[in-house]
């Protein structure tokens, strides 16, 4: 077997499907680096499963419009919430499951790049899309990411023609003939972001509060200073619900 072979087969269906069920598993056990309770590790793996699993289901159910499907903005969601790794996580098992479905091919490995930066732009962009105590997302600028990825996503892609036709001209025709349907995915991701993003902000921000300070170390700074203020708000309650809390009797009674 030559180094030829191996391109061609990489290039096949089957090929495609061990090579990125490969690289997952290296994606998914980087996430895993520095764990130190067991239980940790069932709860990633659960969650990682369960977005993938509801993002490839939903693409599944809008194939039959073309380009126009909601996981551009879970993966949005999932990275402004749980961070670039696992939004890179959930991405590529996302691309390997649902083209399971819908066909694989050289593009599978693209549509994994791309939703993996898709993830890892709102990680970034996080300060931009929450307002200042992360309690509510702000839907005007996160319309308008989801619009422009809506573009970057499919040219992204359509990189998988440059290695299929190997030529720059075929690549440019390529990309020309589809403007129509990246505006519609970017005009989709837009109605999307409308239509569900606060749901699922609201869904992900209370999983990130019922998990703070027990699974996720790496809390967004915001989360940690809501709580750190509700804490104080808290006990501040009780001490005037209370006012002789905590104050010893000399008689040693309770």
């Known amino acids: 077997m030559n180094w030829d072979s191996i391109q061609t087969w990489a290039m096949t269906p089957g090929g495609i499907a061990v090579w990125l069920t490969l690289l997952f598993g290296l994606f998914f056990g980087s996430l895993l680096i520095n764990v130190d309770r067991r239980i940790r590790l069932g709860r990633e793996a659960a969650l990682i499963a369960l977005l993938a699993a509801v993002a490839s289901a939903s693409r599944v159910l809008f194939a039959a419009l073309p380009n ?3 996981v551009t903005l879970f993966i949005l969601m999932i990275g402004l919430h749980l961070g670039a790794r696992r939004a890179t996580a959930v991405a590529m098992l996302t691309a390997l499951l649902s083209n399971m479905a819908l066909g694989h091919g050289p593009w599978t490995f693209y549509q994994a790049i791309a939703w993996a930066a898709v993830g890892t732009s709102s990680a970034i962009l ?3 899309l929450v307002n200042w105590d992360g309690t509510k997302v702000r839907i005007l600028p996160l319309a308008l990411l989801a619009f422009v990825w809506g573009f970057l996503f499919d040219w992204i892609v359509s990189l998988s023609a440059l290695a299929i036709y190997q030529s720059f001209e075929a690549f440019l025709t390529f990309i020309i003939a589809g403007l129509i349907f ?5 005009v989709g991701n837009v109605l999307f972001t409308i239509w569900l993003a606060p749901s699922l902000h609201q869904l992900l921000w209370l999983h990130r509060r019922h998990e703070a300070g027990r699974w996720y170390p790496d809390l967004p700074m915001d989360t940690i200073e809501r709580e750190t203020r509700m804490a104080e708000s808290r006990a501040e309650a ?3 619900e209370e006012p002789l809390a905590g104050v010893e009797r000399l008689d040693g009674g309770e």
């Open 238 to 240: 009780y001490r005037q």
């Open 68 to 70: 126009v499907q909601p």
């Open 182 to 186: 990246d505006a519609m995915h970017a």
């Open 126 to 128: 996080r300060p931009l």
